[in-house]
């Protein structure tokens, strides 16, 4: 249920069919809330039988539970399109608000009013704990840029991403929540 290369995953499928055993890939998104409060969503992916077999233990975690395909791997590759989508939309969201801030624009006002507009998301949302750090995203997009090379898929925007999540975990901010890449946005625009 970890956040896998998809790579990684098949190898590690093939190790466990030779044993005679059976894996199912079901990684998952929701963060600590949603696991404190069993509303996981469960990318889930291997045989159909072999899924049908877990969905109880998988029902008891999640509110979403999706098979998504029949070979392990291809739950990791869902779970990497999350992290390719969560880790842009946090790096935009704070190039924007740097972008803001640069001419004086009061930042939580600004939370309030895109909170409610058209470019409101989940990521706008605040937590009270840190439930996601910076270095996970540099961890993510590195899977999410590793797995664009496995297939040859071209990824600019999520490498511009990791690299500014990189610059945050650079400067000693890679245990902070991962909204703090804010910080390196405003260092770069000369923003105190």
């Known amino acids: 249920m970890a956040t896998c290369p998809p790579s990684a995953v098949e190898a590690i499928d093939d190790r466990i069919r030779t044993a005679g055993r059976r894996l199912i890939d079901s990684p998952v998104s929701g963060g600590v809330a949603g696991a404190k409060a069993a509303m996981l969503t469960i990318m889930a992916a291997g045989p159909k039988?072999?899924?049908e077999a877990a969905k109880p233990?998988?029902?008891?975690?999640?509110?979403?539970?999706?098979?998504?395909?029949?070979?392990?791997?291809?739950?990791?590759?869902?779970?990497?399109?999350?992290?390719?989508?969560?880790?842009?939309?946090?790096?935009?969201?704070?190039?924007?608000?740097?972008?803001?801030?640069?001419?004086?624009v009061d930042l939580r006002i600004l939370l309030e009013i895109m909170s409610g507009s058209s470019a409101s998301s989940w990521m706008l949302e605040s937590e009270p704990e840190v439930t996601s750090a910076?270095?996970?995203?540099?961890?993510?997009?590195?899977?999410?840029?590793?797995?664009?090379?496995?297939?040859?898929?071209?990824?600019p925007l999520a490498a511009a991403a990791q690299q500014m999540f990189l610059a945050t975990s650079g400067r000693g901010d890679g245990m902070a929540d991962d909204s703090q890449v804010i910080r390196s946005y405003l260092a770069l625009n000369g923003i105190k």
């Open 49 to 51: 039988d072999t899924f």
């Open 134 to 155: 910076v270095d996970i995203f540099v961890k993510d997009l590195g899977i999410v840029l590793d797995t664009g090379r496995d297939v040859k898929a071209a990824l």
């Open 57 to 104: 233990a998988f029902d008891a975690l999640g509110d979403k539970v999706l098979h998504v395909g029949e070979r392990p791997g291809q739950g990791a590759m869902v779970k990497t399109v999350n992290q390719l989508l969560c880790g842009v939309h946090i790096a935009v969201v704070a190039e924007a608000f740097a972008l803001a801030a640069k001419v004086g």
